[in-house]
Nanobody
């Protein structure tokens, strides 16, 4: 079973950038669609971004499109979320998630499709 560990969260000001990392264990990581999902205080989990198992395709929520970039390094079992032009409404716990069905399609995207989750990393954006 793959395990996911996020890092890189913290407190930043509006307009700043932050990069989250997700380290995955296991030898089948490169066959998984990977995603980032966030949960703000008092709100439901919200899909943020996803990347295909090969890394060739990505998909973003409208709220982060043009500001966030997801990427992966299959040789190192890592997934990244580069977050630029951060806004206070981006404040949330960010979770890395894996869809462990091998070589599945990137679509459709919603937070319910993922089977394995990390513990989350908190991102706080002050105004």
């Amino acid at each position: 079973q793959v395990q996911l560990v996020e890092s890189g969260g913290g407190l930043v000001q509006a307009g700043d950038s932050l990069r989250l990392s997700c380290a995955a264990s296991g030898r089948t990581f490169s066959s998984y669609v990977m995603g980032w999902v966030r949960q703000a205080p008092g709100k439901e989990r919200e899909f943020v971004a996803a990347i295909s198992w090969s890394g060739g395709r990505t998909y973003y929520a409208d709220s982060v499109k043009g500001r966030f970039t997801i990427s992966r390094d299959n040789a190192k079992n890592l997934v990244y979320l580069q977050m630029n032009s951060l806004k206070p409404e981006d404040t949330a716990v960010y979770y890395c998630a894996a869809d462990t069905r091998p070589y599945s399609s990137l679509y459709p995207q919603h937070h319910d499709r993922y089977q394995v989750w990390g513990q989350g990393t908190l991102v706080t954006v002050s105004s």
